[in-house]
């Protein structure tokens, strides 16, 4: 079965840190991987995604997202946060076959304060 | 763009009532996927529908039942609520036709059970 592990629950940044949120799943086939954010209150926002080619994808507002085949690893990273990247972060993974469910790790809060 | 409408938005229900979510997914969109996330936890699958057959099956109670209609929508039928259901509902849609893989998020509708 699948399964995606968040490492860092909470986190709190000042503005301009760097971030790096941790990522890790488990599968045994071809996966895609995807990063959504959760504003406080809202739905899920797709940031990015991965499906085939380059492993460094790029996705919105600044946020990139490198997978590592060999660590089973999509970590999310962005070089400079702001007050408004205050939210709740979710790594999902799931199956290369076509319309297949997602599985969602933890989720990773995150604060930034200004 | 149009985007997944999922109605209502709030609901309120008592123990042992029932509720019906809908959700209409994005245009052309054949595929829908119903989630549930619990308070502080992360989006679990709880059912999926290409073309209006059963896709896949997830943790979804025997209490619940779905199904997808001619036009694509959707509807989550939940029978005797109990107060562990109270949860945010998602749904999301996909072209699963064309093997896409990505998932487009409706705002949820928050279910408290009282």
């Known amino acids: 079965a699948q399964s995606v592990s968040q490492h860092n629950h909470h986190v709190i940044l000042s503005e301009a840190a760097s971030l790096e949120l941790g990522c890790n799943y488990s599968?045994?086939?071809?996966?895609?991987l995807f990063w959504y954010v959760q504003y406080p209150g809202q739905h899920l926002q797709l940031l990015l995604k991965?499906?085939?080619?380059?492993?460094l994808v790029k996705g919105i507002k600044g946020f990139e997202a490198e997978f590592i085949k060999s660590k089973f690893s999509f970590n999310l990273r962005k070089p400079s946060v702001q007050w408004s990247d205050t939210a709740e972060y979710f790594c999902?993974?799931?199956?290369?076959?076509?319309?297949?469910?997602?599985?969602f790790g933890t989720g990773t809060r995150l604060l930034v304060s200004p | 763009a149009a985007g997944v409408i999922q109605s209502p938005r709030h609901l309120i229900k008592e123990k042992r009532e029932t509720a019906t979510l809908k959700c209409y997914p994005i245009?052309?969109?054949?595929?829908v996927y119903w989630y549930q996330q619990g308070p502080g936890q992360d989006p679990q699958f709880l059912i999926s529908?290409?073309?209006?057959?059963?896709?896949d099956k997830g943790s979804i109670p025997d209490r619940f039942s779905a199904q997808q209609f001619s036009d694509y929508h959707s509807e989550l039928n939940m029978s005797s609520l109990e107060l562990g259901d109270s949860a945010l509902y998602f749904c999301?849609?996909?072209?699963?036709?064309?093997?896409?893989?990505?998932?487009?998020f409706g705002p949820g509708t928050r279910l408290t059970v009282t």
């Open positions: 599968y045994g086939g071809t996966v895609n």
């Open positions: 245009p052309r969109h054949d595929t």
């Open positions: 999301a849609s996909s072209l699963g036709s064309r093997k896409s893989y990505e998932q487009y």
């Open positions: 999902a993974v799931n199956s290369n076959t076509g319309f297949q469910k997602l599985v």
């Open positions: 529908f290409y073309e209006k057959m059963q896709s």
């Open positions: 991965y499906f085939s080619g380059d492993p």
